[in-house]
């Protein structure tokens, strides 16, 4: 496993070992041991979710304002432009983002920690996208941050993603509850 820092600190990009031969290939997609060696961090997952989009759906920004989520997101097909956005008031990062992108092939994973908000847009023409999650969804707690507020100023590259109802009208940075 070999951990690349994204620009915020607290967000990492998780490139598995991938073992291939003629048969196709094998990788440890979590390991709770190997994760904490080479993060530092020790979770625990509680949810696994599966969601399939298809080409220019964007999801997100989601967060839960109690009972906040660490996810670690990966690809199953297709492929993704992840957002992470730091939510936390307390943080000298509070409303800069970073953006991955994810996909089957490369097999990367991303983990974005409690205190962040998280949303995709499908970049293939199906994605399936794959998380886990430090605890359960509570729909009560969950909030969006509207996608395109001009004070995030994330280039998710393209115009008009197909939305929700909850992610067409998600709150802009300076109007959405925050972590302290």
Do not use: C
Request: charged share 25%; hydrophobic share 40%; proline share 6%.
């Amino acid at each position: 496993m070999h951990i690349e820092p994204t620009a915020l600190p607290e967000v990492l990009i998780i490139e598995p070992t991938i073992h291939d031969d003629d048969r196709g290939y094998f990788f440890e997609s979590f390991n709770a041991r190997d994760f904490r060696q080479a993060t530092g961090v020790e979770v625990a997952f509680v949810q696994d979710n599966r969601s399939g989009s298809r080409a220019g759906v964007l999801r997100g920004l989601h967060y839960q304002i109690e009972r906040p989520q660490g996810k670690l997101v990966s690809v199953t097909a297709g492929a993704t432009l992840n957002v992470a956005v730091d939510l936390r008031r307390s943080s000298p990062n509070f409303g800069r983002h970073v953006a991955v992108e994810l996909d089957s092939a490369r097999r990367r994973q991303l983990w974005i920690p409690p205190g962040f908000a998280h949303g995709f847009v499908a970049r293939s023409e199906f994605a399936e996208v794959l998380y886990k999650t430090t605890d359960y969804w509570y729909p009560e707690h969950e909030r969006s941050l509207l996608w395109n507020d001009p004070a995030l100023g994330i280039d998710w590259g393209i115009a008009e993603p197909t939305l929700s109802g909850k992610d067409r009208d998600g709150k802009v940075l300076a109007e959405a509850e925050s972590y302290g």
